[in-house]
């Protein structure tokens, strides 16, 4: 801990920036949204499956446009990066408070999916990945304490605000926040931080761009490398089975008779485990490097899906999610580091971004296939047991890809 304290003194403003833009990113994430749901039905008079399909719709419409849309950030300067995708959450968060049927709605959600949940993280952790080396690791688990700590305040923000002033107002109070506060402060810890070109600017790094560099292969190269197509069952498992798993949690609770209060004490514990858990990475890949640990981060998943499948009980339901955190926690800073050690960052933006886009659809398929199965009858010993032999057979694909040959393409070293 004694290593990050130092860290974060010599780099805080950078780091601070990358903390930032990952928790505002949690407005546009499904945990934060979904507090939203019900009221929201209620009074645009929509049905479950309207609203779900509307949700579902403008997931992959933001996934497909996230491809093009993340590559941005490789040709603009930071500042005008983050300025662009800090406006376009406080418009997409407008668009929702004003929402009064099912267009707006549509428009509302793609636009919170596409800058909240997909281009607000994606710059945080792009500059991360991109500004450090030798700390990559540390730095990524820095900004990703994001994600925890929104799991843990916003949702308890989400239900006071709804309760106060109501949803539309709520969704209008952050817009505003994000013009007020978001801007003027991630504007500020740029300034500070006196990196605010990206290092391929004019053919060089910027100033005050310590341990970046300027080589790099792009989407073409990744998407010619076996090793991608074998890693990729893998790199989908976390975001796949943890979002099927939240959105289908009255499931659980039903086959296994968890109650809903016992349930949402564990959802504390696996916020609490995804951040340590994510800091204890970041330790690991400065030492060991990303390519080396990829696919060590579905063991706890694989052991997760064991025990939703077969073991009984009330303590099932807290190992699975802290198993779940660690899984969750462990990933970005092994992820993060993987790319840029691989393909280098001159084309890191493109290279994240069409990565994030798959992650993306992940998460707007597997609700709808849980929820397939689930309503033709399959009970948690099928369906979490059919989880754990797919995160099984992907780890085995995932060792005999970057693991097995960590060599960086030609251009990156």
Not at 108 to 136: D, K, N
Not at 258 to 265: F, G
Request: charged share 10%; net charge positive; hydrophobic share 55%.
């Amino acid at each position: 801990m004694t290593g990050y304290l130092a860290f974060i003194r010599r780099h805080w403003a950078l780091l601070g920036f990358g903390f930032t833009a990952v928790f505002w990113g949690n407005f546009g994430q499904s945990f934060f949204v979904a507090w939203f749901g019900a009221d929201i039905q209620r009074t645009l008079g929509m049905s479950a499956g309207e609203y779900g399909g509307a949700y579902s719709l403008a997931t992959l419409a933001s996934a497909v446009t996230v491809v093009w849309a993340g590559g941005l950030i490789d040709r603009l300067t930071l500042r005008t990066y983050a300025v662009a995708v800090a406006l376009g959450l406080a418009v997409a968060l407008t668009v929702l408070s004003q929402a009064n049927g099912l267009v707006t709605l549509l428009l509302g959600f793609f636009l919170l999916r596409l800058f909240g949940q997909s281009l607000l993280p994606h710059g945080g952790m792009t500059t991360m990945t991109r500004y450090f080396v030798a700390e990559r690791g540390k730095a990524v688990s820095i900004a990703m304490s994001g994600v925890p700590l929104g799991e843990i305040v916003l949702p308890l923000m989400a239900v006071a605000m709804i309760a106060a002033i109501g949803w539309q107002a709520s969704f209008a109070f952050i817009a505003v926040a994000a013009v007020l506060v978001l801007i003027p402060f991630m504007l500020w810890l740029l300034s500070r931080s006196h990196m605010t070109q990206p290092p391929t600017a004019a053919g060089k790094p910027s100033a005050g761009a310590a341990n970046g560099d300027n080589k790099g292969a792009g989407r073409r190269e990744m998407l010619r490398d076996y090793r991608f197509w074998l890693a990729l069952p893998g790199l989908m498992a976390n975001p796949f089975l943890i979002t099927g798993v939240f959105i289908h949690q009255n499931f659980l609770v039903v086959d296994k008779g968890w109650s809903l209060s016992w349930l949402a004490t564990c959802f504390v514990v696996y916020g609490a485990v995804h951040w340590l858990s994510s800091l204890v990475s970041g330790v690991l890949v400065d030492r060991f490097k990303g390519p080396r640990l990829v696919g060590i981060f579905l063991l706890p998943m694989f052991i997760s899906m064991l025990v939703a499948a077969l073991m009984p009980g009330d303590m099932a339901a807290l190992i699975m999610l802290a198993l779940l955190g660690m899984s969750a926690g462990s990933s970005p800073p092994i992820t993060g580091s993987l790319w840029p050690e691989i393909y280098g960052t001159r084309k890191l933006g493109a290279i994240r971004s069409l990565n994030m886009a798959i992650m993306v659809l992940a998460t707007a398929i597997s609700p709808v296939l849980f929820g397939y199965f689930i309503d033709h009858g399959v009970d948690a010993y099928g369906l979490f047991g059919a989880c754990a032999v797919y995160v099984f057979v992907a780890s085995l694909l995932m060792m005999a890809s970057y693991p097995r040959n960590p060599t960086p393409v030609p251009g990156a070293e």
